[in-house]
């Protein structure tokens, strides 16, 4: 599965922007695709999972409320909408994806994903 990340871009804090990400390749076996940011000088931190049959997510706490994650299957696409977009949510954004689900508790840990695309910048300024 090769993965598309775009969307990302410049915006004011308070504003919102809406990231896609686009699986291709001749076999889309996957079963659950997350978001995943890297602010400079921190770790990787999980974002938001969706699962892609049953469309669950899950959010982690700085986000809950503010970010949206759905998938159109019919185009294999994921998005991530992003309202009322703080300074601190700069980073850069990639999508990954599993082919078997975890626990729920466990979808925004990086170690269970081995398949990630390229990264979108956002910016927020204050």
């Known amino acids: 599965v090769q993965l598309q990340a775009s969307g990302g871009g410049l915006v004011q804090a308070g504003g919102p922007l809406r990231l896609s990400c686009a699986a291709s390749g001749s076999s889309l076996d996957y079963a659950l695709i997350a978001w995943f940011r890297q602010a400079p000088g921190k770790e990787r931190e999980g974002v938001s999972c969706?699962?892609?049959?049953?469309?669950?997510?899950y959010y982690t706490s700085s986000v809950r409320g503010r970010f949206t994650a759905s998938i159109d299957n019919a185009r294999n696409t994921v998005f991530l909408q992003m309202n009322n977009l703080k300074p601190e949510d700069t980073a850069v954004y990639f999508c990954a994806t599993r082919a078997v689900r975890v626990p729920v508790s466990e979808c925004l840990n990086s170690i269970h994903y081995t398949n990630w695309g390229q990264g979108t910048q956002v910016t927020v300024s204050s």
């Open positions: 969706i699962d892609r049959s049953g469309g669950g997510t």
